[in-house]
């Protein structure tokens, strides 16, 4: 663990361990919901090396600290070492919040893919209910999502990934849950979809995946899980492929911020004003 970090006893601790963990905005957006309900808080950046997640959460714990949000990579991990996880968490089987409780004992739960959900459904008023959704990658943030977009009962829903065996088990995992299929890129070819989310990384390299040009059906909808003050590759091709509605993924960024903020302080902020905060921060 490379950040050494100091507590107030006075005030809750919370924080976000990953690797990297600097270009993190939760901090922020934790400090502009606890201003909202007059809650002092300290909300930290932890970069964890390799190896050293475990340690890093005692020491935390052993501080005082009530809770921790988990980025990349760590969500797995975090999974294996909560006492117990919510039915979501365990399906997910990664865990981006856990809650430290002063027996020892630490929860676990994956708000990820909640806040998807309330982005699409809510903020962009674009239901899934019967609709034909396309999920691009079976990484982590994949994982989190594709239980609670299955619970809003779309008519199908497809997982494509570049290594097709991921796809193929992670559709497997959530058979019970809705009518879901793992496959590669070069079986999409001839179908179309109503919304496409892009869970992979490939953004962060610039690049979009393979996918066939014809994806969208009328009105679609193209997220892009990925957010930056610009429109990332994949909004850019989507827009220049037809898709009606495009986003990035700021929004489910504050949105599964608000629940971990739920789970720990029992209020639910107001998302919108921490969006449009953030949007004109970034610009
Ligand atoms: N907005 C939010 O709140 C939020 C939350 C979580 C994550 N995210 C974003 O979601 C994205 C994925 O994160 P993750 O945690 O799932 O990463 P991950 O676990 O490393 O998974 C990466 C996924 O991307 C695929 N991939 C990588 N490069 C590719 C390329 N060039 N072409 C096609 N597929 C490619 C991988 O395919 P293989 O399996 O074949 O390697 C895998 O499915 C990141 O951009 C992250 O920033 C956003």
Redesign the pocket.
């Known amino acids: 663990m490379t950040d050494i970090f100091e507590f107030d006893q006075r005030t809750h601790s919370y924080g976000v361990m990953g690797n990297p963990v600097a270009h993190s905005r939760s901090p922020q957006i934790h400090q502009l919901f606890a201003e909202q309900f007059g809650i002092r808080l300290e909300y930290m950046r932890i970069q964890v090396d390799a190896g050293g997640f475990g340690q890093a959460v005692s020491n935390f714990e052993a501080r005082g600290g009530c809770g921790l949000n988990i980025?990349?990579?760590f969500?797995s991990e975090a999974w294996q070492l909560a006492d117990e996880c919510t039915d979501r968490a365990e399906l997910a089987q990664a865990v981006?919040t856990l809650t430290l409780n002063r027996d020892g004992r630490r929860l676990g739960d994956n708000t990820?893919g909640i806040?998807?959900v309330r982005d699409i459904t809510a903020n962009l008023a674009c239901p899934v209910r019967a609709k034909r959704v396309l999920l691009?990658?079976?990484?982590?943030?994949?994982?989190?999502v594709l239980g609670p977009v299955l619970d809003e009962a779309p008519e199908l829903l497809w997982v494509a990934?570049?290594?097709v065996d991921?796809a193929e088990s992670l559709a497997k995992r959530h058979a019970a849950h809705g009518a879901v299929t793992g496959c590669g890129?070069d079986t999409l070819t001839g179908n179309r979809f109503d919304i496409v989310i892009n869970?992979?990384?490939?953004?962060?390299?610039g690049?979009?995946?393979?996918l066939p040009g014809s994806l969208f059906a009328d009105d679609a909808l193209a997220y892009d899980?990925?957010?930056a003050d610009t429109a990332t590759p994949f909004v850019e091709w989507a827009q220049a492929h037809g898709a009606a509605q495009v986003a990035?993924?700021?929004g489910?960024?504050v949105e599964?911020a608000a629940e971990s903020f739920h789970i720990w302080h029992a209020h639910s902020p107001d998302t919108t004003a921490v969006m449009a905060a953030l949007r004109s921060g970034m610009a």
Do not use: W
Not at 207 to 210: A, F, L, R
């Open positions: 980025t990349v990579p969500k981006n990820d806040g998807l691009v990658g079976a990484g982590g943030a994949a994982q989190g990934n570049r290594t991921r890129f869970a992979t990384s490939a953004s962060l390299s690049s979009v995946p393979p899980l990925m957010y990035d993924g700021l489910m960024l599964q």
